[in-house]
């Protein structure tokens, strides 16, 4: 349309001839607000640019006189750098079938990032410089920058994706295609094609209906998904921060004061993090494993979605567990195989987080949901100042700390345990209502 070149469903080919594939433009919290608006896409994602890019040129240009700048700083570029995680990981729309797997590839990546702060350390002890290498930081932001004004679409990228939907350079060209049309047309079919389901979900409030209320974003807060949710990610988040934070004085103590061998774990543990990134994808293999399948009779695509995610969710749990029981062991040789299960472990909490959140719920809520779940479990994560505390008043031994917050991840088995108990109501309803339309048809033809 208009002189425009169409793109045909078939994500994998487009993403490859197309580099803005990685669209940044529909996850954050103004586009959910202001969806009506076409440039509130491009705001947010200039603003996360903005950000990071104002963080790494404060850094690049401190001095001792302007120590207190760092703070801002690392600042900038935290909160830049998650919301610039948010505005790319709906480019798992564009792989239909690999959808999760792309979206944990890019919190594997995230996850994996502090390699590149070790990298800026080795090439200061080489001579780089500090401020050499911050300003470089600086100027590859030119590219995202590019990529968000000349080659992103106008809105973010719907699921499934469209027939005639198009991205980049195109579709600045094109008026002809609207997502939240499109959405709006596939959410109302979806929604007639699955009622059954939705007589069931009344009790989570998360579905996708004509009534307004039911659809909403405090609805959604509501719901024992996001609960358990919110819990399986803050147990599990909270018991990796009490790790890291007593992490050098638990090896100290464990290798008794030898600095040698305190560097040596310490060294193995940090190259254990660079992994996260070839870890995550086996958590969205996991949740994407039956969409090369046909569909069950009855069964929409959201609750096949979610009874895959049950081993996912299970497993996560399972590894915090088995890491939690490594790290409480004082055994020093032992702690490389808890280095291992931390960073397996890591990488699937955080990418599960996404992928669960993106199959739960409602896309339009995604980036507040998103928001909310890390915002909320950042602040159950303060409670790791009183384990600190405690681990200190028991004369810095964390063993008891350790038996603690090991009980306290078996809080996070309650998640898989509660959607496996969704996922079968929802079979045993639709067993049911199969029973009652043959035997309505049997009682008809007498």
Not at 73 to 102: C, D, E, K, W
Request: proline residues 4%; aromatic residues 12%; positive net charge.
């Amino acid at each position: 349309m208009n002189g425009t070149r169409k793109r045909n469903l078939g994500p994998q080919k487009a993403y490859r001839n197309c580099i803005c594939s990685n669209n940044d433009s529909g996850l954050s919290f103004l586009h959910d607000f202001k969806s009506h608006f076409k440039p509130i896409p491009i705001v947010s994602s200039l603003f996360c640019r903005f950000l990071y890019t104002t963080g790494t040129l404060i850094v690049a240009f401190s001095n001792k006189a302007l120590s207190v700048l760092l703070f801002p700083a690392l600042s900038f570029i935290a909160v830049g750098g998650i919301l610039f995680l948010m505005t790319n990981m709906q480019v798992g729309n564009l792989f239909g079938s690999h959808r999760s797997t792309i979206i944990t590839v890019y919190n594997g990546a995230f996850d994996s990032s502090s390699v590149i702060f070790l990298i800026i350390k080795v090439l200061y002890e080489k001579g780089v410089s500090l401020r050499s290498s911050f300003l470089f930081l600086s100027a590859c932001n030119l590219i995202h920058l590019i990529r968000t004004l000349f080659l992103m679409p106008k809105s973010h990228i719907p699921y499934p994706i469209p027939q005639d939907y198009q991205y980049g350079i195109s579709c600045a060209k094109s008026n002809s295609y609207n997502v939240e049309e499109y959405e709006a047309k596939r959410e109302a079919s979806s929604d007639r094609s699955r009622r059954a389901e939705e007589e069931l979900l009344e009790t989570d409030s998360i579905k996708l209906t004509d009534n307004p209320e039911k659809d909403s974003f405090r609805s959604c807060v509501l719901s024992w998904f996001f609960l358990w949710h919110l819990v399986w990610l803050s147990v599990m988040q909270l018991r990796h921060y009490f790790f890291i934070g007593t992490l050098n004085p638990m090896l100290n103590r464990l290798a008794n004061q030898n600095p040698v061998t305190v560097s040596e774990y310490t060294n193995a543990f940090a190259f254990t993090q660079f992994c996260g990134v070839l870890c995550a994808p086996w958590n969205g293999l996991l949740m994407d494993r039956h969409k090369r399948k046909p569909l069950d009779p009855d069964v929409s695509e959201r609750e096949a979605d979610l009874r895959s995610s049950i081993l996912s969710l299970l497993l996560t749990s399972l590894q915090c567990f088995l890491f939690s029981i490594c790290a409480s062991i004082p055994f020093l040789p032992l702690q490389y195989l808890t280095f291992i299960l931390q960073v397996l472990n890591r990488s699937f909490l955080y990418g599960g987080n996404a992928a669960f959140i993106s199959i739960a719920f409602p896309a339009r809520h995604f980036g507040k949901l998103y928001g909310l779940v890390m915002s909320l479990s950042a602040v159950v994560s303060l409670l790791q100042y009183p384990c600190f505390a405690l681990n200190k008043a028991l004369g810095g031994d964390p063993l008891y700390v350790n038996i603690l917050l090991t009980i306290l991840t078996l809080l996070a088995f309650i998640h898989p345990v509660y959607v496996f108990l969704h996922c079968r109501e929802l079979a045993k309803h639709r067993e049911n209502s199969r029973t009652l339309e043959a035997s309505i048809q049997e009682t008809s033809m007498y």
